[in-house]
C-alpha cells in the first residue's frame, strides 16, 4: 500500500482570513462537517485570538465534531494566544495547537522589529507553553523559504527540542520554485538533529501558481503533511488547492509512490459548499472542481472519451463526486422519494427543514417540467440558508416594462410582525431592493452581483448571488427561484439575514505583532 501524505485543511484560517471569504459559525460548522466527511487528517478551524467570532467557530468546531480530524487553532508565539488557543480547542477530542513565527530577515527587520536570538526564544517558549497544554504541536517559522538557512535550521531544531510534532515549513509569500523549495525541505531533513522525530510539513502559498508543483517537490524531498485549503483559496493567490494535490497524489501515484485519505467521491460538493456560502465560484477552467473540468467540447474529443474515457480522461468526473446530471422526481413524487434522493446527494435535513423544502419542491415541479439533481440542491440551500432567518419574504409583487416606473412591494415576516414596504427603481430588482430596505431599515450598497442558471432550458432556476455592505460589513447572499426577481430579492434578503444573525461588526483585532 502507497505511504499515506497527511492533509492538513487550513480553508476555515488561511481561507476564511482573506478577503471575500468570510464565514459565521455556523457556515464554519457546516463546512468543518463536510471536510470530516472528506476525510481531512487536519482540519485547522481559525485563529482564536483574531476575534470573539474566531474564537467562538474554534470552539464550537472543536466542542461539536466527533471522531473526526485533528482540530487545529492558530496562534503566534504569545501566551495570550496560546492560552485562548486552548481555551477554544480544549474540547476537542484531539487538539492540536498550531504556534508560529516569522524568521525571515525582512519580518524580523520590518515587522517584528527583533532580533534572531529573540526569536530563538520566542519559539522555545511558545512551544514549551502549547506543549503543557497538549501533546500534539505544529511549529511553523513563517516566511520560511525567505529565510537563511542556517538560521533556519536552528529555529526547527529548537522547536524540536521544545516538543513541537509537526514542523511546518511555509512558503508564505509563494516566493519558491519547485526544485528550490524542495531543496530547502531536503536541507532541513538531512541537518536538523531530530527531524526524524517529527513530521514535516509544507505550506504553499500560490502567487507564481506553483503551490501544489512545490508542495509536491516538498513530498518528494520528505515531507509528509502538506497544507492546503479547498478550492485553493486563500491569501492573495491563495494557498494550494486540496482537490489539486488530492487528485495529483491519486492519479499519479504509480509515480509518485504516495496517497491520502481523503474520500475523493466527495471533492466535489466540498468545493460546492464553499462556494455556496462564500458566494465566490471557481473559474470554469479550474482543475478537478471547474465546470469544464470534465467537459468535452470538440468533436474529435467526444468521439474518443465515448469510445474509452481515458483517450482524453485521465481521473473520471464520478472519482471526484461530479454529479451526473439526472432527471431525478416529478410532481408524483412522495416526501420519502424526496428524502432518499437527497440523502444520495449527501444532504441531511432537519424534520422541519425537510418539511419545507418538499413544499417547495412541490411548488417547482408545478413551474418546471423536468426537476433535475441540480435544482433539488439549489433549492434545498436556498431553505438551509434561510433557516432561523429574522427577516422572512412573505410576498413579492412588482410591475416592469417599458415606458413604465418599475415598482415593487414586499411583505416580510419579522419575528411575530407583518411588514408591507414599497419601493421604486431603475429596475424591477433594484424596487425590489428599495422596499426591502425600507422593510427592514438595514439600507444595504450593493457590491456585486451575478445570477446563473442552475440547469439548461428556458424554465431553469436563476441562481442569484450578491455581495453587500450591510451594517459596514461585508457580506455575501444567496437565493434561488425560477423567477429570477423572486431569486434576488431571496438572495439581498437572505444578506440581511446573515448581518443580523452575525451581530455586532465581525472585525477581527489582533493585538501588536512583536513576540
Ligand atoms: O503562510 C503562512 O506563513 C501561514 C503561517 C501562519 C503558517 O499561514
Ligand atoms: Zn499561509
Not at 517529527?198 to 505550506?203: D, E, I, P, T
Not at 428524502?339 to 412541490?362: H, Y
Not at 410582525?417 to 424596487?431: K, L, N, R, T, Y
Amino acid at each position: 500500500m502507497a505511504e499515506r501524505i497527511l492533509i492538513f485543511d487550513t480553508t476555515l484560517r488561511d481561507g476564511e482570513q482573506s478577503p471575500g471569504y468570510s464565514m459565521n459559525t455556523r457556515e464554519k460548522l457546516e463546512l468543518a462537517r463536510q471536510l470530516a466527511r472528506l476525510g481531512v487528517d487536519i482540519m485547522e478551524a481559525g485563529f482564536p485570538v483574531a476575534s470573539e467570532d474566531d474564537f467562538e467557530a474554534v470552539k464550537a468546531v472543536a466542542q461539536q465534531l466527533r471522531g473526526g480530524p485533528i482540530i487545529a487553532g492558530l496562534a503566534r508565539a504569545k501566551d495570550i494566544d496560546i492560552d485562548r488557543a486552548w481555551e477554544a480547542l480544549k474540547h476537542a477530542e484531539r487538539p492540536r495547537i498550531h504556534t508560529f513565527i516569522a524568521t525571515s530577515e525582512i519580518h524580523l527587520k520590518y515587522k517584528l522589529k527583533c532580533s534572531p536570538e529573540e526569536v530563538l526564544e520566542a519559539t522555545v517558549a511558545a512551544v514549551k507553553r502549547a506543549k503543557g497544554y497538549t501533546a500534539d504541536v505544529e511549529f511553523s517559522p513563517e516566511d520560511a523559504h525567505r529565510t537563511d538557512q542556517e538560521f533556519l535550521c536552528r529555529v526547527v531544531e529548537a522547536a524540536i527540542k521544545a516538543g513541537a510534532t509537526t514542523i511546518n515549513i511555509p512558503d508564505t509569500v509563494g516566493y519558491g520554485v519547485p526544485w528550490e523549495f524542495g531543496e530547502r525541505i531536503r536541507n532541513l531533513m538531512n541537518r536538523v538533529p531530530g527531524i526524524e522525530r517529527v513530521v514535516v510539513s509544507a505550506h504553499c502559498h500560490n502567487d507564481l501558481g506553483l503551490a501544489v508543483a512545490n508542495s509536491l517537490e516538498a513530498v518528494r524531498a520528505g515531507a509528509r503533511q502538506v497544507e492546503c485549503t479547498i478550492n485553493g483559496i486563500g491569501e492573495r493567490a491563495g494557498n494550494a488547492a486540496l482537490e489539486e494535490l488530492v487528485m495529483s497524489l491519486r492519479t499519479r501515484r504509480d509515480f509518485l509512490g504516495f496517497d491520502t485519505n481523503i474520500r475523493t467521491e466527495e471533492i466535489y460538493r466540498t468545493s460546492k459548499l464553499l462556494q455556496s456560502i462564500t458566494g465566490v465560484n471557481v473559474q470554469p477552467n479550474k482543475a478537478i472542481v471547474g465546470g469544464n473540468a470534465f467537459a468535452h467540447e470538440a468533436g474529435i474529443h467526444q468521439h474518443g472519451v465515448l469510445q474509452k474515457p481515458m483517450t482524453y480522461e485521465i481521473m473520471t468526473p464520478e472519482s471526484v463526486g461530479v454529479p451526473k446530471s439526472r432527471l431525478i422526481l416529478g410532481k408524483h413524487s412522495g416526501r420519502h422519494a424526496f428524502k432518499k434522493r437527497l440523502a444520495e446527494l449527501g444532504v441531511e435535513l432537519t424534520e422541519e427543514d425537510l418539511g419545507k423544502a418538499f413544499v417547495r419542491f412541490k411548488a417547482l415541479c408545478d413551474l418546471k417540467k423536468e426537476v433535475f439533481d441540480e435544482d433539488l440542491l439549489a433549492l434545498v440551500e436556498d431553505e438551509v440558508l434561510s433557516a432561523g432567518e429574522t427577516y422572512a419574504l412573505e410576498h413579492l409583487q412588482f410591475t416592469g416594462g417599458t415606458n413604465i416606473i418599475p415598482t415593487a412591494t414586499v411583505r416580510l415576516r419579522i419575528g411575530g410582525e407583518v411588514v408591507q414596504e414599497s419601493g421604486w427603481g431603475d429596475g424591477p430588482v433594484d424596487a425590489a431592493y428599495k422596499a426591502i430596505d425600507l422593510a427592514t431599515k438595514i439600507p444595504g450598497k450593493l457590491l456585486e452581483y451575478q445570477i446563473r442558471a442552475v440547469t439548461a432550458g428556458k424554465d431553469a432556476m436563476g441562481e442569484v448571488t450578491v455581495v453587500a455592505e450591510m451594517n459596514g460589513q461585508r457580506v455575501v447572499g444567496r437565493g434561488s427561484s425560477t423567477d429570477v426577481i423572486e431569486a434576488s430579492a431571496r438572495a439581498y434578503l437572505n444578506a440581511i439575514n446573515r448581518v443580523a444573525a452575525r451581530g455586532g461588526s465581525g472585525a477581527r483585532t489582533l493585538p501588536d505583532t512583536t513576540p
